[in-house]
Protein backbone atom coordinates (compact mmCIF):
# COMPACT_ATOMS: atom_id res chain seq x y z
CA UNK A 1 0.00 0.00 0.00
CA UNK A 2 1.64 3.31 -0.72
CA UNK A 3 1.50 6.32 1.49
CA UNK A 4 -1.21 9.41 0.49
CA UNK A 5 1.20 11.88 1.36
CA UNK A 6 4.15 13.59 -0.84
CA UNK A 7 7.47 12.50 0.15
CA UNK A 8 9.62 15.75 1.58
CA UNK A 9 12.45 14.73 -0.97
CA UNK A 10 12.38 16.69 -4.58
CA UNK A 11 14.42 18.04 -7.28
CA UNK A 12 14.88 20.63 -9.15
CA UNK A 13 16.08 21.07 -12.59
CA UNK A 14 16.92 23.68 -14.51
CA UNK A 15 16.98 23.52 -18.14
CA UNK A 16 18.47 25.83 -20.47
CA UNK A 17 20.02 26.31 -24.16
CA UNK A 18 23.58 26.90 -24.55
CA UNK A 19 23.02 30.66 -24.89
CA UNK A 20 21.98 30.47 -20.94
CA UNK A 21 18.52 31.23 -21.83
CA UNK A 22 16.31 29.32 -19.33
CA UNK A 23 13.10 27.57 -19.63
CA UNK A 24 10.36 28.73 -17.12
CA UNK A 25 6.92 27.30 -16.88
CA UNK A 26 3.90 28.62 -15.18
CA UNK A 27 1.94 26.83 -12.64
CA UNK A 28 -1.80 26.06 -13.09
CA UNK A 29 -2.86 26.03 -9.66
CA UNK A 30 -1.07 29.65 -8.49
CA UNK A 31 -0.98 31.52 -12.00
CA UNK A 32 1.75 33.96 -10.22
CA UNK A 33 3.77 31.22 -10.09
CA UNK A 34 6.88 30.58 -12.62
CA UNK A 35 9.14 28.10 -11.96
CA UNK A 36 11.85 25.25 -13.20
CA UNK A 37 10.74 21.54 -13.77
CA UNK A 38 10.43 20.25 -9.96
CA UNK A 39 8.67 17.28 -8.29
CA UNK A 40 9.03 14.79 -5.51
CA UNK A 41 10.68 11.98 -5.57
CA UNK A 42 7.49 9.11 -5.96
CA UNK A 43 9.52 6.50 -3.24
CA UNK A 44 11.82 7.02 -0.58
CA UNK A 45 14.08 5.23 -2.70
CA UNK A 46 13.59 6.08 -5.84
CA UNK A 47 17.19 7.26 -7.60
CA UNK A 48 17.11 10.88 -7.90
CA UNK A 49 18.32 10.84 -11.50
CA UNK A 50 15.36 8.89 -12.38
CA UNK A 51 13.02 11.43 -10.68
CA UNK A 52 14.53 14.03 -12.78
CA UNK A 53 13.71 11.91 -15.96
CA UNK A 54 10.24 11.35 -15.19
CA UNK A 55 9.63 14.89 -14.01
CA UNK A 56 11.20 16.70 -16.76
CA UNK A 57 9.46 14.37 -18.88
CA UNK A 58 5.92 14.50 -17.12
CA UNK A 59 6.40 18.67 -17.49
CA UNK A 60 8.04 19.62 -20.60
CA UNK A 61 7.58 16.60 -22.93
CA UNK A 62 11.43 16.16 -23.38
CA UNK A 63 13.01 12.67 -22.78
CA UNK A 64 15.82 12.72 -21.04
CA UNK A 65 18.53 10.58 -22.79
CA UNK A 66 21.96 11.09 -21.86
CA UNK A 67 23.19 8.36 -24.34
CA UNK A 68 21.83 10.50 -27.16
CA UNK A 69 22.67 13.67 -25.88
CA UNK A 70 26.32 13.08 -23.72
CA UNK A 71 26.95 15.56 -20.98
CA UNK A 72 23.53 17.29 -21.25
CA UNK A 73 22.64 16.29 -18.15
CA UNK A 74 24.36 17.81 -14.65
CA UNK A 75 23.94 16.88 -11.03
CA UNK A 76 25.11 19.48 -9.11
CA UNK A 77 25.33 17.04 -5.95
CA UNK A 78 23.70 19.91 -4.15
CA UNK A 79 20.81 20.51 -2.11
CA UNK A 80 18.88 22.88 -0.34
CA UNK A 81 16.39 22.49 2.59
CA UNK A 82 13.24 25.14 2.71
CA UNK A 83 9.80 24.76 4.13
CA UNK A 84 7.25 23.67 2.64
CA UNK A 85 4.67 26.95 1.59
CA UNK A 86 1.38 26.38 3.44
CA UNK A 87 -0.75 26.54 0.59
CA UNK A 88 1.40 23.00 -0.25
CA UNK A 89 1.13 21.46 3.18
CA UNK A 90 -1.81 19.36 2.90
CA UNK A 91 -0.43 17.14 0.52
CA UNK A 92 2.62 15.71 3.15
CA UNK A 93 2.03 14.17 6.56
CA UNK A 94 0.76 16.58 8.97
CA UNK A 95 4.18 16.88 11.12
CA UNK A 96 6.08 17.64 7.68
CA UNK A 97 7.22 21.29 7.77
CA UNK A 98 10.56 21.21 5.63
CA UNK A 99 11.29 19.55 2.19
CA UNK A 100 15.07 18.52 0.83
CA UNK A 101 15.42 19.59 -2.87
CA UNK A 102 18.44 18.53 -5.26
CA UNK A 103 19.68 20.68 -7.93
CA UNK A 104 20.46 19.62 -11.85
CA UNK A 105 20.85 21.33 -14.73
CA UNK A 106 19.83 20.05 -18.38
CA UNK A 107 21.34 21.80 -21.40
CA UNK A 108 18.52 21.17 -24.52
CA UNK A 109 18.70 22.62 -28.03
CA UNK A 110 17.27 25.93 -28.69
CA UNK A 111 14.67 24.54 -30.77
CA UNK A 112 13.45 22.22 -28.82
CA UNK A 113 9.76 21.39 -28.25
CA UNK A 114 7.99 21.79 -24.57
CA UNK A 115 4.64 20.28 -24.00
CA UNK A 116 3.40 21.34 -21.05
CA UNK A 117 1.20 18.71 -18.52
CA UNK A 118 -2.24 20.98 -18.85
CA UNK A 119 -3.03 20.25 -15.42
CA UNK A 120 0.06 21.17 -13.73
CA UNK A 121 1.42 23.95 -16.06
CA UNK A 122 -0.17 26.79 -18.11
CA UNK A 123 2.48 28.47 -20.12
CA UNK A 124 6.21 28.51 -20.67
CA UNK A 125 8.77 31.01 -21.07
CA UNK A 126 12.62 30.97 -22.33
CA UNK A 127 14.41 33.91 -20.59
CA UNK A 128 17.66 34.84 -20.32
CA UNK A 129 19.19 33.29 -17.02
CA UNK A 130 19.00 36.49 -14.92
CA UNK A 131 15.69 37.53 -16.03
CA UNK A 132 14.42 34.09 -15.18
CA UNK A 133 15.75 34.23 -11.93
CA UNK A 134 13.92 37.55 -11.67
CA UNK A 135 10.25 36.00 -12.26
CA UNK A 136 10.77 32.98 -10.19
CA UNK A 137 8.65 32.73 -7.56
CA UNK A 138 10.65 30.65 -5.07
CA UNK A 139 13.51 31.80 -3.50
CA UNK A 140 16.28 28.69 -3.88
CA UNK A 141 14.76 28.35 -7.70
CA UNK A 142 16.21 31.69 -8.22
CA UNK A 143 19.40 30.75 -6.24
CA UNK A 144 19.65 27.80 -8.78
CA UNK A 145 19.41 29.73 -11.91
CA UNK A 146 22.03 32.24 -10.83
CA UNK A 147 24.33 30.11 -10.06
CA UNK A 148 23.80 28.38 -13.53
CA UNK A 149 26.68 29.94 -15.29
CA UNK A 150 29.26 28.86 -12.63
CA UNK A 151 28.12 25.77 -12.34
CA UNK A 152 28.80 24.91 -16.32
CA UNK A 153 32.13 26.37 -15.78
CA UNK A 154 33.30 24.05 -13.13
CA UNK A 155 32.24 20.75 -14.74
Known sequence: MSCPFKIPES????????????????RADFPCFWQSVTGSIDISDEPLL????????????IVVNTAQM??????????VEYEIYPQWRHRYAPDV?????????????????????????????WLPYRDAAARCFSQSNRDAILQLPGRLTTR
Open 50 to 61: LAVGREVFEETG
Open 97 to 125: RRNTEHWFSFCVPEDINITLSPFEHVSYA
Open 11 to 26: VLVVIHTVTLDVLLIK
Open 70 to 79: PDTLLDWRHS
